[in-house]
T-cell receptor
Framework: GENVEQHPSTLSVQEGDSAVIKCTYSDSASNYFPWYKQELGKGPQLIIDIRSNVGEKKDQRIAVTLNKTAKHFSLHITETQPEDSAVYFCAALSSGTYKYIFGTGTRLKVLA | DTEVTQTPKHLVMGMTNKKSLKCEQHMGHRAMYWYKQKAKKPPELMFVYSYEKLSINESVPSRFSPECPNSSLLNLHLHALQPEDSALYLC???????????????FGPGTRLTVL
């Protein structure tokens, strides 16, 4: 079945450094790729998304890149801050479906 | 505004109790979702409603009973749960597109359920 691999499972960076999280999907029909941030005790919050007709999208310190040929997409966070510490989930969604296929999550720790 | 609200925040229930979880959104979304999330795992889809009709049931046990009384509200009725049902229950909503169906899901804060 469809799956999304997410790496790394944990990531520690110094404050001010960059963080990169990568996801690889299997379903070639996937055309929408959101990223969610989940803080402890809270629900997932959408932080950025990208559709398959775009290669890159940026929103301030956060960017997402998509390589459709290789079926992978990545989250890039620059100038990390302690409040960026959370679990990040990638997901893939295919046209005509409701079901997100989630990655397994990355626990990001930003060390002050 | 992209807010989905859920009540209660926390719920402790015995295996013989009946309780309900509530979810509300006022974004005009016509698709609403229930997810279950265990610790350190991604959310797992349970049910999808589109235009107040159940579209997807991901083979969820009948002790979980969803209800969508109107376009803004989604309930999850719980009965005779097991301790392994303890988890964070998340509600989400999205626009519904009859063609692609694809659209962004916005999640609520969740209800932390403990079954004793």
């Amino acid at each position: 079945g469809e799956n999304v691999e997410q790496h790394p499972s944990t990531l520690s960076v110094q404050e001010g450094d960059s963080a990169v999280i990568k996801c690889t999907y299997s379903d070639s029909a996937s055309n929408y790729f959101p990223w969610y941030k989940q803080e402890l005790g809270k629900g997932p919050q959408l932080i950025i998304d990208i559709r398959s007709n775009v290669g890159e999208k940026k929103d301030q310190r956060i960017a997402v890149t998509l390589n459709k040929t290789a079926k992978h997409f990545s989250l890039h966070i620059t100038e990390t801050q302690p409040e960026d510490s959370a679990v990040y989930f990638c997901a893939a969604l295919s046209s005509g479906t409701y079901k997100y296929i989630f990655g397994t999550g990355t626990r990001l720790k930003v060390l002050a | 505004d992209t807010e989905v609200t859920q009540t209660p925040k926390h719920l402790v229930m015995g295996m013989t109790n009946k309780k309900s979880l509530k979810c509300e959104q006022h974004m005009g979304h016509r698709a609403m979702y229930w997810y279950k999330q265990k610790a350190k795992k991604p959310p797992e889809l349970m049910f999808v409603y589109s235009y107040e009709k159940l579209s997807i049931n991901e083979s969820v046990p009948s002790r979980f009973s969803p209800e969508c009384p109107n376009s803004s509200l989604l309930n999850l009725h719980l009965h005779a749960l097991q301790p392994e049902d303890s988890a964070l229950y998340l509600c989400a909503s999205s626009h519904y597109n009859s063609g692609s169906r694809t659209d962004t899901q916005y999640f609520g804060p969740g209800t932390r359920l403990t079954v004793l």
